[in-house]
T-cell receptor, first 114, second 109 residues
């Protein structure tokens, strides 16, 4: 069953701790994306990757880091430098990153920092 | 990426047609227009994409005038389950996939 999987669905962390959100896809897609969504707001792009071992900052990259060592995996680390990390995080992938291709999203991880 | 402008919210009733217009005045020649739908606490899902004139699928229709400076997503005979946020995206050959605030459509009984 092909798709994009984010885990865990809910995550709680203490303030000051780094936390890594998992995103795995078995769609053989080259491009992957991370977004943040706050209540009542749209999606904001954190990082994106066009291909393995390459990634670019999105619109709100400060306080986040990513890696793309494998085509299937694009983990996001929320560092202690992120001032307001509590949010809904969404991962997406596209076949080759070109515009006229559909993006597929995971079900999201809701991170709460206390 | 071409900047897009769409209404923040729209209200409708079951059985009505909902039309959401997106403005993209600086759309480039190679740009496609894509719409996504997002339900609460879920990731967005692709609805429809077009380049010019009209595109229709089982979910919606997309109308694009000749100058392509705007587009209209049409949802026929909406039901309560069509209550969602709808995003209009415009761009071409650009790996960056940026979403705006979207239009919140609320369907009432």
């Amino acid at each position: 069953d092909g798709g994009i999987t984010q885990s865990p669905k809910y995550l709680f962390r203490k303030e000051g701790q780094n936390v890594t959100l998992s995103c795995e896809q078995n769609l053989n897609h080259d491009a992957m994306y991370w977004y943040r969504q706050d209540p009542g707001q749209g999606l904001r792009l954190i990082y994106y990757s066009q291909i393995v071992n390459d990634f670019q900052k999105g619109d709100i990259a400060e306080g986040y880091s990513v890696s793309r060592e494998k085509k299937e995996s694009f983990p996001l680390t929320v560092t202690s430098a992120q001032k307001n990390p509590t949010a809904f995080y969404l991962c997406a992938s596209r076949p080759d990153g070109l515009w006229d291709t559909e993006a597929f999203f995971g079900q999201g991880t809701r991170l709460t920092v206390v | 990426l071409a900047k897009t402008t769409q209404p923040i919210s729209m209200d409708s009733y079951e059985g009505q047609e909902v039309n959401i217009t997106c403005s993209h005045n600086n759309i480039a020649t190679n740009d496609y227009i894509t719409w996504y739908q997002q339900f609460p606490s879920q990731g967005p899902r692709f609805i429809i994409q077009g380049y010019k004139t009209k595109v229709t699928n089982e979910v919606a229709s997309l109308f694009i005038p000749a100058d392509r400076k705007s587009s209209t997503l049409s949802l026929p005979r909406v039901s309560l389950s069509d209550t969602a946020v709808y995003y209009c995206l415009v761009g071409a050959l650009d790996y960056k996939l940026s979403f705006g605030a979207g239009t919140t459509v609320t369907v009432r009984a």
